[in-house]
């Protein structure tokens, strides 16, 4: 497979270079540079704006304290005690890139029965496998706005999972957010806001985790454009991009979706590739630290993303548990930041055993927590290769055979709540005269090659590198290989008769319609992760922009000019501009199908055919022009030596900035229609709890575990006797670790303290304080379906601050949606949704505590509708009255 053959090339060009490749057991020159790289001197980075700073903290708060985790805590402290030195950096040290079945594979301690953990690839499915389901991505489980079917997707994610042996599931993901509209992996997500980012993550975790397996909510944090993302390697030559963002800004929007989630009780966080204000993500003590492990009671793991790692010392002392895949700062050396370096600073007390023990009952204590321990299975295929026999460990180059594929088919019926996620995203945008639904005996002539197959098969391009046929997922290790893709030109024949197919992205010269003849035209855009340039994007849309692909536009106003009816059908990791053609004549129905997945076809039938009818709502807005947002939204170019990327914008992104702005968007954020239509009438609010601007105190930590503080002995980590090694392979062990003696010349990073920092107020149980999340109002909304067919409504609820709040805020912000049940004509439902302390809070950075703004004179609003210009209720605080025909605080859509 691809990974395999990437790996020989560079092998190759390594071996090219004359360089010394094969590793001995004699690691002293190995550590000797190691060593050099791994010293606070990496933690150097060029200069941020003023006012962004990744202030140090230390030391780790240790996991423990938190009491759902007690009992898992206490079986982890029992095993960790009788650990050795060895087995303990084991556990925290990946194997080495390409040095076991899966992307990530730790080491083991088989003597308290925990295996190599296997770390696996994707959001969307197991990666790089087989017999598995392509679920649609997360931007369209986003678009669902349905909380049950985000946890039927992650159920399902999750038995697949545990079904191949996976023990830590590399996603769901809620960063980035979706700053950038250009943003390569925007799609992986949930959409450009935290709310519903938030709901996205917490639902799929939850799902993933009910089967045993741990879920890894990623990237932490900043992660909001592709290119520049890493440090290039070697490290030192020019630094990964800086994401700079105010603590304000960090903990209204960003960092939102990571607390709900750890709030869901997600067992793992994955850093980011990028720097926060200066201090990569790896080993950014205030990240880590600070708001993950102290502010946030993160009791799981945290991880770095691939080959992210930085420093040894540096990023022990900051949080980190586990290194990934292990390797240092070149793959394929058997060089390592921690492993054998791990255990040299142990052993001259560089790294307190402290921090190392709490790195492993992190790790021990989220696999019992998750319930791994009991009948687990181990990984029964290979992201290496999809051969039933080959090489254990591809990059040892001489390697033991395995049997690395047992094709266990884990699909079960997985297949329907991919198809039921992706019809209820579609998205249906304009819909003029009821063009749709179609009639199955309509006369139908669909164009674009986005309604087809890959004729050389939907996984033919590494990690869908390319975009050749429907889009059902981006590109990147944020893929999984289809088992099938069910292409919405398949389904359209087999639900309508007269169907005429032309596959060209050019419209057929010299075509004309046949009377009453409707054109369906497909169009798509696509994004994916840096390592890969699909038609001169580098991840990011850098080169297409937010343009249809293959000149999807212009196969779109030719149509429009032949056929009275045309429908455009859009697959799209995002907002995409639709300004050439959205005001035609002839463009009667417009429909987002997001990225279905291996289901693009009868989900989308589904919905053209009228057997079901739309409801899925834009996870983002789709503005007129690019320009209609800040420039600092921009993707970010070379600067030499680091690329600084500023969120100056602050709160302000998507429909915040347009609103704030008085920006009219082409359609507007949470946009979404119906074959049917609603009423939501009867609107109430009650108090629930009384308002005060501070949160009621946090209780102080729980205890931790305890371990003996003495320094192992050495010869925990000598070489086993008659050991035989793995080139390549990242080991625990020294050749001569006797000679360690007790170091007195290292550098601690400035800042660095022993003594525990006190606990921060915010904080106090999972995702911080509980009484964040009081329910301070229960509002209430009649929802009727008014129309002649049966459907679904989303119900969202918008606050504005009160208008003498001191704070520069957003005018509204999604705070609580709710969808319905199916409802009959006619049929109603009473939809209640619930607005939390944290709903109505402000971060204030000086007392570094959510604050509401409570006032006596002015209320805060809920509004109420089904699109952020789209807010016909609203309910007051402080009347309790709720009321329409109020006038909307934003701008009206075009
Ligand atoms: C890098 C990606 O950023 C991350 O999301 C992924 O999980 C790892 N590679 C492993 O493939």
Redesign the pocket.
Known sequence: MARVTFISVIFLAFLSCGLGLVRTPNFAADIARAQQLQGPSKEKRDAVPAGYVAAPYYPTPPGGWVSNWTAAYEKAQKVVANMTLAEKVNLTTGTGESMGPC??NTGSALRFGIPNLCLQ??ALGV?DTDNITAFPAGITVGATWNKALAYARGLALGAEARGKGVNIQ?GP?VGPIGRKPRGGRNWEGFGADPVLQAWGGAETIKGIQANGVIATI??FIGNEQEAYRMDIIPHGLMQAISSNIDDRTLHELYSWPFAEAIRAGVGAV?TS?NDVNGSASSQNSMMINGILKDEFGFQGIVMT??LAQIGGVSSALSGLDMA?PGDGDIPFFGLAYWAYELSTSILNGTVPLSRLNDMVTRIVATWYQLGQDQDYPLPNFSANTADATGLCYPAALFSPTCITNEYVNVQADHFKVARNVSREAITLLKNTNNTLPLSTSATLAVFGSDAENNPDGPNACTQRSCDTGVLGMGW???TANYPYLDAPIDAIKRKAANVTYYSSDSFPSGLTAAAGEIAIVFVNSDSG?NQYTVEGNDGDRSASGLYTWHNGDELVEAAAAKYATVIVVVHTVGPILVENWIDLPSVKAVVFAHLPGQEAGDSLTDILFGDYSPSGHLPYSIPVAESDYPSSVSLVGFEFFQVQDTFSEGLYIDYRYLNKHSVAPRFAFGHGLSYTTFSRTSATIAAVTPLSSIPPARAPKGSTPVYSSAIPPASEVAWPAGFSTIWRYLYPYLDDPQSITASSTFTYPTGYQTTPQPDPPAGGDQGGNPALWDTMFTISVTVTNTGKVVGKDVVMVFVQYPSDNPWDTPIIQLRAFEKTDTLAEGANEVVTLQITRKDLSIWDVVSQNWIIPVSSTAPFLFWIGDSSANLTLACESLSGICSDGRATPVVAPV
């Open positions: 992307v990530g690839d994707s990666g590399l993901v990623k990237h994955m590739y993303d691939w990934m990147g290790s944020g992760e």
